[in-house]
């Protein structure tokens, strides 16, 4: 272990990210140019990891308080790039989700607006671990560009009236730089941390209306109930507190979102959702999804007339047409999507079939993803190569009947473990006597926009 | 900032590294093997220092129960060398301090117990920031080897009953490792990782006995009151969890102890007590140190019987000629010890004078010490060098009464800057018109041995 920085400059840096840790241990409360100078001095190099390691361990057992967290925030976007949406002109809307199992709904959702006359600029993710993300399912479609520049993106949405674009750590440099390191050192799972982080991004974004989509249940980033309403209320006060219009729902992840589990597989069922196919779970979320987006457009919307929309622009089939619109505006290869046979796929079908009859009790989330994992659809460490057309086929839902042989899931392989992927297959589904009541899809609505 | 290891031994161990940060801060207990797990993984360089960092930010905030404390403590020393005592043969003791401003009392009281004809094995460290180490005060005597292999130890202390060594980090590899990462992550400071700190080293040890000094007040390493009284009970329960028998006492650090603080400077003080000059706060404390030492050995001994053994070693000059046969041993050079002149000094001294009457309120023991630190007597970093003749003479203590002018303490200075120890010496000063009561020496004594 070397010591922190030998220079004057790097001495005072190590000095005062110590007094940090040290007063946020007390109990003491920071100040905003003390956490922008602990960011900025890790940022730039003059603290290292180990320190910085330190700081986030101590923040996220003592947590922050809405001026700390404001103060993070804001240092996590200094010296980054902002959007500047104003050459998109009218109202521009943001979504983001904090991710789970099979959690397709923005490449849904986004078009669904779009095609409702309303804007939407939108960065995602890759995957990691059990949950997937977005950049890595789109990436299943030839061609389709995802790493665009701020200036690439204003006339993509000028023309089809929405992007999806992978994140650029150019836009919160401070977020970027810490979440590689929460990553590997046990402190993701922290309210304030998860939320600077998140709300930074938007920050840097600075669209005109944010929806947010926080998930609950055992496969999500925070499977408790109560600690992911506060998540929900600390983000929505915490974008407030920087001027941004935000709405939030609090929707279900204790199983997983739709039948589709794995890249490809999940850019057919957003297919199939935007053609009409009303997939159980899947619809219910992206219309509450679409009205507090459609609803942060245009206030006065009541929820009959919002959703009115959302159905008319699947029904007519305008929102189909964007997604292909804008897959085609960004390179993509719209004849996968128009023939999905197309699409990555997969050798090998296994079914997982019922040993016994009863109603299905539980999905467990984490298992079906994780038996994704293990057929290379997603990865345990950011390098690993991904399988895009694996993955698993949910076929029953939490109270579901099921008779003995009938399929439970089915595994889409061409290689990996699909042993242990079967396996953790069978243990995630639990079949039991009595018929259980069904999860709600959305456990709680954040609708007036907090500011 | 590069991801901890790539081979499957390594994810292994960043995996379980994270999952203890996570359980930790959740509030679930960690298990032994965990915690060994953690310390050996980090030891052997199969977690890097951020991983290691977040976990002991994360066990500084969240402490560690009883079971926990006492398997980190047997981690620190799996692995390290042990010594082996019995190769002395009889009744070996032990002695520690936390540490502060001049405090030179392990010099004082090991040649008095060793006088009495009880050995002593004492490890000590260097001093860093305001507080000095026992080796840089002991390094002013040209010759005296501090460096001596366990092998080198055992007859020295045959011969003259005593030892004084600097700290091998072979005996506590895992506590070496974590104390050069805690140093630089704010994690100094914290209950359980100081008492397992301490305490393995004395496992490692394996002395007859133990008697702690832990400091309190501002210029101790846990300034405040409740909190060191928690450390010395701590410190005392995981010693005797060990199978050590352990005695300890609260001493005062809120005022300098004695009037030299520096090296050279307080070797001289050393020896003047050694001669019989019972310098206010010293003595006192080294009286009763040694009766806790003295008792260690003879638990029938009663205190006025130990503390009249320990003043007839010191009237008698056998503690002094123990001190300077012991020096002579290991290989230092006597005759500066019988002509003080001939120690390092200083080639100036400035006095600082009151400049109101009145009753001496406060000498903080902080600005004391850093003002040595401006004048090169301590260190601010591990590597700054060091000099041995320059220091602080404080003249007065807490509750003397001063009249305009009279010397309240004297900078000895060769380089370094004089101008701002200057001013540090004279703001920790400060006089009122009013006499205070000046505290207690020893403020509490844990007398019988915890097992």
Chains 1, 2 share one sequence.
Not at 26 to 40: E, F, K, Q, T, Y
Not at 46 to 74: F, H, K, N, S
Not at 298 to 308: M, Y
Request: glycine fraction near 12%; aromatic fraction near 4%.
């Amino acid at each position: 272990m070397s010591h922190a920085g030998t220079g004057t400059e790097n001495s005072g840096a190590s000095a005062r990210i110590q007094s940090s840790v040290v007063d946020k241990r007390a109990g003491r409360s920071l100040s905003g140019p003390g956490i922008h100078a602990v960011v900025d001095d890790f940022v730039h190099g003059r603290v290292p990891g180990y320190q910085m390691a330190a700081w986030l361990a101590t923040v996220a057992c003592r947590g922050l308080d809405r001026t700390e967290l404001a103060a993070l925030t804001e240092a996590y976007v200094a010296g980054g790039e902002r959007l500047r949406l104003e050459r998109v002109g009218g109202v521009v809307l943001d979504k983001h989700s904090t991710g789970g199992v099979g959690d397709k709904l923005s490449l849904i959702v986004v078009p669904i607006v779009a095609a409702c006359d309303v804007a939407v600029v939108k960065m995602s993710g890759r995957g990691l671990g059990h949950a997937g993300g977005t950049v890595d399912k789109l990436e299943s479609i030839p061609g389709l560009r995802l790493g665009l520049a701020p200036e690439e993106m204003y006339p993509v949405v000028r023309r089809v009236g929405m992007t999806i674009v992978s994140q650029s750590a150019a836009l919160a440099p401070g977020d970027d730089a810490t979440y590689a390191l929460r990553d590997v050192t046990g402190t993701v799972e922290s309210i304030p941390l998860i939320a600077a982080s998140i709300i930074s991004k938007k920050v840097a974004v600075g669209a005109d209306g944010l929806v947010l989509d926080v998930k609950t249940g055992t496969g999500a980033l925070i499977p408790d109930h109560a600690m992911a309403t506060r998540l929900a209320e600390t983000m929505l006060q915490l974008a407030g507190d920087f001027g941004l219009r935000c709405r939030g729902a609090l929707t279900d992840m204790s199983q997983p979102l739709g039948h589709a589990v794995g890249n490809a597989l999940e850019i057919k069922e957003v297919l199939a959702v935007l053609r009409g196919e009303q997939v159980p779970g899947v619809w219910e979320a992206c219309l509450v999804l679409a009205r507090l987006m459609l609803q942060s457009a245009d206030p006065a919307l009541t929820d009959a007339e919002a959703d009115a929309k959302a159905e008319k622009a699947v029904a007519s089939g305008a929102a189909y047409d964007r997604f292909l619109a804008w897959i085609s505006a960004q390179g993509g290869d719209r004849r996968v999507l128009e023939q999905p046979a197309l699409l990555p796929g997969s050798r090998h079908v296994l079914p997982i079939t019922a040993d016994r009859p009863g109603w299905v009790r539980t999905v467990d989330p984490r298992k079906v993803g994780m038996a994704a994992v293990h057929v290379k659809a997603g990865r345990l460490s950011h390098s690993a190569p991904l399988d895009h057309g694996s993955g698993v086929v949910v076929a029953r839902r939490v109270g579901d009947r099921v008779e003995v042989g009938e399929t439970l899931a089915e595994l889409h392989y061409n290689d990996g473990d699909a042993g242990l992927a079967t396996r953790l297959l069978t243990q995630a589904f639990d079949i039991d006597d009595e018929r259980p009541a069904p999860p709600p899809v959305i456990h709680r609505v954040f609708d007036s926009p907090v500011r």
